[in-house]
């Protein structure tokens, strides 16, 4: 599903994010990318979308080699890979509804086919009962969960999410990290870029870790190592 293979990615002569990075995700994982600021792990998360392009190496995902995408087809590659990012990007004027439909809209979508996915997404994510609710009359933990449910529109069969608990309380962020589960178990592959221990602890799931842009641990039902 995601194959990374001697990749790098440099930010001029002297900033160096990432350097000699090779793993597999098979489909259908949930996987931990871990590691301290500066580690180079929001750098490999935007490799995966393709908001940033690699230096070297290669990547494929699905059927994708994204190391050589075209910019006029990443439009299409993201419906087929969910992004959350930590601060939700909702737009502030529109209900829960519009902004998960929203996503469907860009991508030219019919009414009737948006009117039958945006109930079924919200009701995934627990938020059926708020569709005409604004942003700001939403609490953290549903404001992520609109932003998971407008990742979903798609049926994406990757999720990439980008430090989605980094704004929560522990109460919202443990109810997103279930949330996160749940979709994994629909056959969703599932790649958490975090520095929450905790979080990553309670998962045992596999946790890959980087230092320095570089990976330094690789464990099937891992925990956060790093010091």
Do not use: C
């Amino acid at each position: 599903m995601i194959r990374l293979t001697n990749v790098s990615k440099h930010y001029g002569p002297d900033t160096r994010a990432l350097e000699h990075v090779s793993l597999n995700i098979k489909p259908g994982e949930f996987v931990s990318i871990v590691g301290q600021s500066g580690s180079g792990k929001t750098t490999l998360a935007k490799l995966l979308f393709a908001e940033e392009m690699a230096t070297k190496g290669k990547i494929v995902v699905g059927d994708w080699d994204i190391s050589k995408i075209a910019r006029s087809q990443v439009p299409t590659l993201r419906r087929q890979i969910g992004v959350v990012f930590q601060d939700f990007k909702l737009l502030q004027r529109k209900t829960v509804y519009e902004n998960v439909a929203f996503a469907l809209q860009v991508a030219g979508e019919k009414s009737k086919r948006i009117r039958d996915i945006v109930p079924q997404v919200l009701k995934i994510v627990g938020l059926h009962d708020k569709t005409h609710r604004y942003p700001r009359q939403l609490s953290g933990g549903e404001q992520q969960r609109v932003s998971i449910a407008r990742s979903l529109v798609h049926r994406p069969k990757i999720l990439v999410a980008d430090e989605p608990t980094g704004n929560l309380d522990t109460i919202h962020a443990h109810e997103i990290i279930q949330l996160l589960k749940k979709i994994n178990e629909y056959g969703t592959t599932v790649v958490l870029v975090t520095h929450d221990r905790d979080i990553v602890n309670s998962l045992k799931k596999r946790v890959i870790s980087l230092a320095e842009g570089r990976v330094v641990s690789d464990i099937q039902h891992g925990k956060y190592v790093l010091s």
